[in-house]
């Protein structure tokens, strides 16, 4: 691959006006055209979740050209999560479709990749087991998994003894490690994911101006809806300008 072409392309994507960065808050005030605003639509998107304070949650997003929020790519939202102070936790999901074996009846799975601190931002535990610690994004160390309520006792009758079983997730092994509370769902990416899986974030990754994955985050306070627009516009110019094509 030609990666100085790559990073030409990549840089001319985030020049685009269409790739503005776009929150979506709970507060009552107008939308501007062609502007960074905060919609009323988090209301309906997340209040029927059964998340503490989930009134904070937020999903961050591109605007496209409709007014609908797209997905982010991975550079942006690596400086959107060190250079910004408005929220308290951010996370990327990115859904996949897997094969599962290593049990009675192998199937294909949906699956969420989810980055360091999602649970956490979530304020959700396992019913059985823990949930991902931060090695577990690391590359080499991610071999683990959180499976569903449901999925646990469907595809492992409930098993208590699930906790450090070994699968498979297309052929690679993965050890069981949680089991998430009935009715957990985020309705980002896949939000009725069978198995939840550490998304590791590389190198290469940071290098691909793709938009590719969900943000979700937590605000940092209440007055933090006052300030995350005017900081969300900030974060996204300085990311814009830092990865221009120089004239």
Known sequence: MNYDLLRLCVRKLLKDRGFTLVVVLTLAMGIGA??????????????????????????IGLRGNGGEL????????????????????LAALQAAGLNLTGIDQPASVQATRVSAGFFEMLRVQPI?????????????ADRVLLLSYYTWLGRFSGATNVIGKTVR?????????GVLPPGFAVPVEAGNSE???????????????????????????????????????????????QYRVPS
């Open 34 to 59: 062609n502007t960074l605003v905060f919609s009323a639509l988090n209301q309906a998107y997340f209040q029927s979740l059964p998340f503490p304070a989930s009134e904070e949650l937020v999903k």
């Open 70 to 89: 797209q997905k982010l790519s991975f550079p942006q939202f690596a400086y959107l999560r060190d250079h910004s102070q408005s929220w308290r936790r």
């Open 128 to 140: 059985l087991g823990r949930a991902f610690d931060s090695s577990a994004h690391a590359a080499g």
């Open 169 to 177: 997730l297309n052929l690679e092994s993965y050890q069981v490690i």
């Open 195 to 241: 198995v939840w899986i550490p998304l590791v974030i590389s190198d290469r990754d940071l290098r691909n101006g793709a938009p590719n994955v969900a943000v979700v985050a937590r605000l940092n306070a209440h007055e933090a809806k006052l300030k995350a627009r005017e900081e969300l516009k900030l974060v996204d110019r300085a990311f814009r300008e």
